[in-house]
């Protein structure tokens, strides 16, 4: 670069520098606000410009003092011009003609100070500069695509409340795949597909579409690197290990829990009595309303827990619910972060408190595992009855405590608020519809009648409700945007 390109740039720096000192040091009308600070020659002209000239000027030094008679910074100033001039810069291009200008005088006062501020509004200038370079070509790249006028700042406060009708009517004013800019000029574009032929070759073809920072880095920094958020041949090994307990023929054998955690439930919430004979009865003191969210979190939670580590999380209520307000709020601020494209940092205060929920549940996950050992690895005579469950399968594999509990940490993570808020969207939507609720009450009379116990061939021959879960899901996904890069 040619010396005046490098000093037009200077130029803006030190104007960037005088703006923001100026109102936080005094200037030549206030010496006596001053401190004392020598600065040699060698000091002073290679502070700023890099470039030795100590022996061009020896054996001198300036005072910035205001009082006892010592030399005043406007005589300094001349002085220190001189000596830029032997650099072969002249001070009119930075200050004008005036060699005693409030901003020379400011720039002589700390070479700390200056540093600093020098430092800082450079970064800036050149990351504003940056940023608009990147928006340019990313828009060259994209314009094609029909979407929002990127020029325009979208609507961010919707987009977060209402993502689900935002995106909807975005696609019925352009089309099934368009271009958005979720945090306007500050993140890359977003290319938001919803034609399902366009989607399926997204999904499967994990080599061109991988999964992206929103997983690697997003909800790693949150949850660590489990099967969710790992890509490659750890993704293939961790896959591996678990992929057999989430196989139809597997989830058919849960259903005694899904029974046992759904009735234990509602007697916990006071909604049922269950009676000497083990018959089930409505609690003639239970309320009309009650809080359908809860009751199905609290079955989410301790069927998840019960199949993936053998643990009945009912026997402490207060760490339960507590464990539950911390999920919904990690995914909360996780989900937020990958919707803007924002970054996440580990100084973050509501990453910190993702990860000092992490440690209060890798506490209790050690809890738990210890405890599998005593009763059953370290002990003969109980071992063959260790429950088949996702903690054998780990222990199994010989993975150390980290990638365990991230495991661990991750399935529960991705599991448990999903499923709960996918229930309670669906019995919204069936208790809105009351025609559907009594098909669904006639078909389960029919197909369970007085039985006490349900199986899961029982669950199969449910087709129609089987029908209604799938529509309920379709109309309110609970994961509404999967993203790929």
């Not at 890099?50 to 300094?76: E, F, I, M, R």
């Not at 200056?114 to 450079?122: A, D, K, N, T």
């Not at 992929?243 to 005694?256: A, E, S, V």
């Not at 089987?466 to 309920?472: G, N, R, T």
């Amino acid at each position: 670069m040619e010396r005046s390109h490098y000093r037009n740039i200077i130029t803006i720096c030190i104007a960037f520098n005088s703006i923001c000192i100026s109102g936080s040091h005094p200037s030549t009308t206030a010496p006596t606000q001053w401190t004392r600070q020598k600065h040699t020659d060698h000091e002073l002209t290679t502070d700023i410009y890099g470039k030795d000239t100590s022996q061009a000027v020896k054996n001198s030094s300036c005072d910035l003092v205001g009082q006892s008679g010592d030399t005043y910074v406007s005589d300094s100033a001349t002085a220190y011009t001189e000596k830029m001039r032997l650099n072969g810069f002249d001070i009119s291009d930075f200050a004008g003609a005036n060699h005693n200008t409030t901003m020379m005088d400011n720039v002589l006062q700390s070479n700390e100070g200056i540093s600093w501020s020098f430092i800082s509004c450079s970064l800036l200038l050149i990351g504003f500069v940056n940023m608009i370079i990147n928006f340019l070509r990313d828009y060259q790249m994209t314009k094609h695509l029909p979407g929002p006028n990127p020029f325009i700042p979208p609507n961010f406060f919707r987009g977060v409340n209402l993502p689900l009708s935002y995106f909807q009517n975005m696609m019925k004013d352009h089309a099934k795949v368009f271009c958005y800019w979720p945090a306007w000029i500050f993140t890359a574009p977003l290319i938001f597909v919803a034609d399902a032929k366009c989607a399926r070759q997204v999904l499967t073809d994990v080599k061109t579409f991988t999964k992206g920072a929103d997983y690697t880095v997003r909800f790693a920094t949150a949850i660590g690197n489990g099967m969710v958020t790992t890509v490659g041949d750890v993704h293939k090994r961790q896959r591996a290990c678990v992929l057999r307990f989430f196989q139809k023929k597997t989830i058919d054998t849960y259903t005694p829990i899904f029974e046992s955690k759904t009735i234990e439930s509602m007697v916990d919430m006071g909604l049922v009595e269950v009676q000497p004979d083990g018959s089930i009865q409505t609690n003639p003191d239970v309320k009309d309303n009650f809080d359908v969210d809860l009751w199905v979190h609290l079955i989410t939670i301790r069927v998840i827990t019960q199949i993936c580590l053998g643990y009945d999380s009912s026997v402490d209520t207060a760490l339960e619910r507590r464990g539950m307000g911390d999920v919904a709020f990690g995914q909360e601020v996780v989900g937020n972060r990958c919707f803007f494209r924002m970054p996440i940092f580990k100084f973050d205060p509501s990453i910190r408190r993702i990860r000092r929920d992490l440690d209060r549940m890798y506490a209790l996950l050690d809890d738990v595992i210890a405890q599998r050992r005593v009763t059953y690895r370290n002990n003969d005579a109980t071992k063959e009855k260790e429950p088949d469950d996702i903690l054998k399968a780990l222990l199994d594999s010989g993975c150390d405590r980290k990638e365990m509990l991230e495991q661990l940490t991750t399935i529960v993570f991705a599991g448990f608020e999903t499923t709960a808020t996918f229930l309670s969207y669906a019995l919204y939507r069936i208790a809105k519809h009351p025609e559907v609720q009594e098909r669904i009450r006639a078909e389960m009379r029919e197909v369970i009648g007085d039985k006490t116990e349900i199986s899961h061939e029982d669950l199969n021959n449910l087709k129609y409700l089987a029908c209604v879960l799938k529509e309920s899901m379709r109309y309110s996904s609970v994961i509404p945007l999967v993203s790929r890069e």
